[in-house]
């Protein structure tokens, strides 16, 4: 089975300034993992996955995510905050026919 | 439509009320889930459909919880006699693959959001 842990709760951010969200993974072999969004009363939007290719994952919207399996962590990064970039972030992981998400991570950007 | 679609969007129920959520996947789409996802929270799995066929549920909280998908397509989501800890977003997802997911993409609704007063 998959675990993920989301380390941050909550991330502040400045416009125009690099975003890190932070997960880490708990998994007995090679994991699927993915990064979901989720804007207010909206569904949830695939930003990116990893599946075992390169180790470095170019989403949408400028998002990007590393693999690293000596840190067994997959964090999503971004150079430059958008304001349309807050909204409720998801580090998700697979046990056989269900996602495991993480309990999220909320990024406010301020102008 | 283009995308999974879900209703009612917003319900509000009173305790020990049966209700039904509906869920419309993608045409063509043979793995339909249903997730739970409290407030504050991450969505929680509660089911699996591959067509018409039940294959994974063990995320139903409770007896109380009843999903079907009689002709492959359309899916329900019965809740009944419910209680105020069944008050969350109910979300249906669709997926144009079969099995488990392996990193295949699943495409979610925006959720029925259920109020148990």
């Known amino acids: 089975a998959q675990s993920v842990t989301q380390l941050d709760s909550h991330v502040s951010v400045s416009e125009g300034t690099p975003v890190l969200l932070r997960c880490n993974y708990s998994?007995?072999?090679?994991?699927?993992l993915f990064w979901y969004v989720q804007h207010p009363n909206k569904g949830l939007q695939l930003l990116l996955k990893y599946t075992s290719a390169a180790t470095l994952v170019k989403g949408i919207n400028g998002f990007e995510a590393e693999f690293k399996k000596s840190e067994t962590s997959f964090h999503l990064t971004k150079p430059s905050a958008h304001m349309s970039d807050a909204a409720e972030y998801f580090c998700?992981?697979?046990?056989?026919?269900?996602?495991?998400f993480g309990k999220g991570t909320t990024l406010s950007v301020s102008s | 439509g283009a995308g999974v679609s879900q209703s009612p969007r917003y319900k509000v129920a009173k305790r020990g009320q049966d209700v039904a959520l509906r869920c419309d996947p993608i045409s063509g789409h043979v793995s339909l889930f249903w997730y739970q996802q409290a407030l504050g929270q991450g969505p929680e799995f509660l089911t699996y459909f591959q067509n018409e066929a039940q294959l994974d549920k063990s995320g139903l909280p409770s007896d109380r919880f009843f999903a079907e998908r009689p002709e492959g397509s359309v899916s329900t989501l019965k809740i009944q006699r419910t209680q105020q800890e069944d008050s969350a977003v109910y979300l249906c997802a669709s997926s144009p693959t079969l099995g488990g997911l392996s990193g295949n993409t699943i495409y979610f609704g925006e959720g029925s959001w259920l109020t148990v007063v």
């Open positions: 998994s007995s072999y090679s994991p699927s």
């Open positions: 998700v992981g697979e046990a056989g026919t269900a996602l495991i």
